[in-house]
């Protein structure tokens, strides 16, 4: 071992000691990277550049040096260049070559420490990120970063720090998606990783301005998946009848309070400076239906024994704010069922977190949801809380009101309407603001089932006029509206709305997302309870002015729209869809969202006007379709899969220009913004408009469809059936010369290895039929060439070659030879020869063989119906019935 010491303390120059090799002779040729400025770092990046080029030395002393030189760059370098990347990558990948190709051999030997190799990868991956920030381009993982991940991912990860296994999700999810990546990650380590990874995570991103809700859902839906593979892997029954509140273990692990918390404040700070779009669109992050369905993932899967009471009140009590935008069944049963676990806690519990927050604001949610939510105990807690503390007159009234409301006991009207009056007397001498103290007076009637146009409440509402100079609030009207909106009542919904009209409330000066509900779930309702589409739009009309100029939401356009179809107002309905839906311009890529779990509303109003495009047949035309299906491309980002049965449609219709130009559109769209939702023209769209344009003799559409085709470098290779029916248009436009091109060329392809086929010789024959019999013999004659026997479709064809040119006679010696090939006459082979044959001569002798040769084959055919009569005239349809 001194000996081994001493010599290495002699190498001052290793590389004077070994012969230098020309260029002819090197073992192998390493790239040249540019020259590296003359800092420390960058000289022994040069030495590690020599030392890796050397084949002379040791391998065991080339690999001291080579890790000796490497970790001092490592430590010394907080980024690397472009060129500096470059060499380390094949210092790094000697390395492994002389450790046995891995990073710790079968001895356990590591070239480089743990904390070495971490981080090399800290600032690898940075620099990579770092010239990748545009995003342009796909970000060039180097070999030796592929090795290193692959080897920090196999070790116990809490022994790696939580910035790096951040750098190991960013890295990923430059090449791959955000969730992928990081659901890999859970689902390999999930019981490694720590609320510290996710604390770092959220921070990476907001501090790199790129927090986003992506996020927060991909966190959970990793956790969902590794929950889901963890129980089919354990043997464990998936419970998808009862929804608890719980994760597995592993949610726990990663998610906690300042999870929560960040996701709060994130989706406040959307709305700091304006409120959200109806219909938001372009920026998602604002979108109010993605807002709801990301809080309702996140409140199911709280875990309530080991979440903090901030949290879960925190995340109920925007759920409760996002509730009042839109209707949401599913966040609303998750708030009840949070409700009902904290109705369950501690009374000083609940009490203590009271009184940390800064205002009434979650007391007053708690009153209102465990009152409405029924509650009890949870409601006198928070009732008691209210009432011995400095809170609002206001509040203290509510809380008042709602105890007297909703005690367990029944009471008479009268007994009822004097508790209520004598808590209004008791606050007539304080400082209680009279026209909010009316807004919760209307509010606490109304959750607690009093008839919003009842008796009761007009002499409840009498008794607090007498007392107090108030004004209603239009808060007062909406929770009334929205009582008769619960109770299905559209008459009281209507009759309300229209007294706070004639009484000026003025619902235009304060548009908020509340009250916009309350309006639009007045459209739906008078929707679904009036019958007369003319007697809504009057209604309509009313509400709309309310309205600010807000566009409805998605659900009230739905409702309307159903109405509209149904009377077949179609231009209205257009009309509409043009003033309450966004104007999106015709090419863009971003317009209202179809394919997500929360895009639901805005996918059944998309499928509703589909669907009335595919089965609308009141008109000849079917205009009114295609002018509709026109509508839809402004609006909505159409699924590919429903061009195809759109097509046929309009092929169907005959309107076969609008199927050429939805083909049209396809192609377009692949062109521009080729991606997994505008995929190119499937091979199933060029068979069908081969065979409808063919059919229909539509000789452009077929040309262009053809020509399209051969430029389509997504279908290079054509099987047998898109080929025959190619083949089958062009015969159908009896174009003999093309179909006689496109057959020679077929015909190199034999059966055998997926070639021509019998469909393919039906089509040829009827192809020459159209030119000379002579031609129909001859191929007939050399069909054994292409290795295809006559079936029934191939000898059909040739005996409606034979009637078709006046050869009835030749057509019957025919039939007779039938048995040759194991085929037997049928009724349906009569009708053929029967139906082609152009000359009422002709069919008479047919008629007269099949009854005295075939009488019971014939009847059958006659009780078809069938038969057509001969015109002396060359027909106009195809030669095979269907084709």
């Keep these: 071992m001194a000996l081994l010491s001493h010599r290495y303390r002699s190498w001052t120059n290793p590389l004077s000691r070994f012969k230098k090799q020309t260029a002819s002779k090197a073992p192998y040729v390493i790239e040249e990277p540019q020259e590296i400025q003359s800092t420390s770092t960058a000289n022994k990046i040069h030495e590690l550049k020599q030392y890796v080029r050397t084949t002379d030395m040791p391998p065991k002393l080339k690999e001291k040096l080579l890790s000796s030189k490497l970790s001092e760059v490592i430590h010394e370098s907080d980024k690397l260049d472009g060129e500096q990347i470059k060499i380390v990558n094949s210092v790094f990948l000697e390395l492994f070559k002389l450790n046995g190709r891995m990073v710790d051999n079968s001895d356990g030997d590591i070239f480089l420490s743990l904390g070495d190799l971490i981080r090399l990868f800290e600032i690898s991956a940075w620099s990579l990120i770092a010239e990748h920030a545009d995003g342009r381009q796909r970000l060039q993982i180097p070999k030796y970063m592929s090795i290193l991940t692959q080897f920090l991912l196999s070790q116990n990860l809490h022994q790696l720090p939580p910035k790096t296994l951040v750098q190991l999700v960013e890295l990923g999810s430059h090449n791959s998606s955000f969730e992928i990546v990081l659901s890999s990650l859970i689902s390999l380590k999930s019981h490694f990783l720590t609320p510290e990874f996710t604390h770092e995570l959220l921070h990476h991103y907001k501090k790199k301005g790129q927090l986003k809700l992506q996020i927060f859902e991909s966190l959970v839906a990793s956790l969902e998946r590794a929950e889901v593979s963890g129980r089919l892997n354990s043997g464990t029954p998936l419970n998808t009848t009862n929804v608890d509140l719980s ?85 609303e049963a998750n708030i009840l069922r949070v409700i009902a676990f904290v109705n369950r806690l501690p009374k000083e519990t609940i009490k203590f977190e009271l009184d940390l927050q800064e205002d009434e604001t979650l007391a ?361 029916c190619i083949l089958n248009a062009y015969s159908n436009l009896q174009d003999v010369s093309r179909a006689r091109e496109l057959f020679l060329s077929m015909s190199t392809s034999p059966k055998l290895i997926g070639g021509i086929n019998e469909e393919t010789i039906q089509i040829m024959i009827k192809t020459y039929t159209y030119n000379d019999l002579a031609y129909v013999q001859k191929f007939w004659n050399n069909l054994s060439q292409f290795g295809i026997l006559p079936n029934r479709a191939i000898y059909r064809q040739y005996l409606i070659a034979h009637v078709y040119h006046g050869l009835v006679d030749d057509a019957l010696a025919l039939v007779e030879g039938m048995g040759d090939y194991d085929l037997e006459m049928d009724s349906e082979l009569l009708i053929s020869m029967h139906n082609y044959c152009l000359e009422t001569g002709g069919q008479k002798h047919i008629r007269e063989w099949a009854e005295e040769n075939h009488q019971e084959l014939w009847n059958s055919a006659v009780q078809s119906g069938l038969l057509t009569g001969a015109t002396n005239y060359a027909p106009s349809n195809n030669l095979i019935a269907g084709s």
């Excluded at 199911?300 to 209707?327: F, N, W």
Aim: charge should be negative; proline fraction near 3%; include cysteine.
């Design 247 to 331: 994760l597995h273990r592993s949610t726990s692990a990663i998610i906690d309070d300042q999870f929560y918390a960040s996701f709060i404040e994130y989706v406040e700070s959307l709305f700091i400076e304006s409120l959200p779009e109806i219909h938001e669109y372009q920026n998602l992050e604002r979108n109010t239906d993605r807002i709801q369905y990301v809080t309702n993932i996140l409140l199911a899967h709280i875990r309530p024994d080991q979440t903090s009471l901030r949290s879960i009140l925190g995340m109920v009590k925007l759920a409760y704010e996002l509730s009042h935008v839109s209707e949401n069944q599913q966040l």
């Design 364 to 724: 007053e949610t708690l009153l209102v949801l465990s009152r409405s939510k029924n509650e009890q105990f949870l409601a006198e807690i928070i009732t008691e809380y209210i009432q011995d503390n400095e809170t609002s007159h206001e509040i203290k009234f509510q809380a008042s009101l709602y105890e007297i409301l909703s005690s367990d006991e029944e009471k008479p009207t009268e007994t009822l309407l004097t508790n209520v009056v004598d808590l209004i007397s008791s606050i007539q001498d304080s400082d209680i603001d009279p026209n909010e103290a009316y807004t919760r007076l209307s509010q606490g009637l109304m959750m607690m089932s009093i008839e919003p146009r009842g008796e009761l409440f007009d002499r409840i509402s009498n008794e607090f006029g007498s007392r107090f100079n108030y004004k209603a609030s239009v808060l007062s009207y909406k929770y009334r509206i929205d009582k008769a909106v619960e109770l299905q009542d559209h008459v009281a919904a209507i009759s309300i709305f229209e007294d706070s009209l004639e009484r000026s409330i003025d619902w235009v000066g304060e548009v908020e997302p509340k009250l916009l509900k309350t309006l639009n779930n007045l459209i739906i309702l008078v929707c679904n309870k009036v019958e007369d589409v003319l007697s809504i739009f009057p209604i309509f009309v009313k509400i709309k002015q309310q309205m600010g100029g807000k566009q409805i939401n998605a659900d009230s356009i739905l409702a309307m729209s159903s109405k509209m179809l149904q009377a077949e107002y179609v231009g209205d309905l257009i009309e509409m869809l043009k003033r309450e839906l966004p104007q999106i311009d015709k090419d863009a890529v971003v317009k209202l969202p179809l394919a997500y779990p929360w895009s639901v509303k805005y996918k059944q109003l998309f499928e509703q006007l589909q669907s009335f495009v595919l089965e609308y047949n009141n008109e000849e035309t079917h205009e009114t379709n295609w002018v509709l299906y026109g509508e839809l491309h402004k609006y909505f980002q159409v699924p590919f899969e429903t061009y195809l049965p759109t097509m046929k449609f309009f092929c169907e219709k005959n309107r076969l220009n609008a199927a050429l130009l939805i083909f049209r559109q396809v192609k377009k769209l692949n062109e521009l913004h080729g991606d997994h939702s505008n995929l190119p023209p499937l091979k199933e769209m060029y068979m069908l408009l081969f065979q409808y344009f063919g059919d229909k003799l539509y000789e452009d559409g077929v040309i262009e469809i053809h020509e399209s085709l051969k430029m389509d470098i997504n279908l290079t290779k054509q099987d047998i059936a898109l080929q025959n």
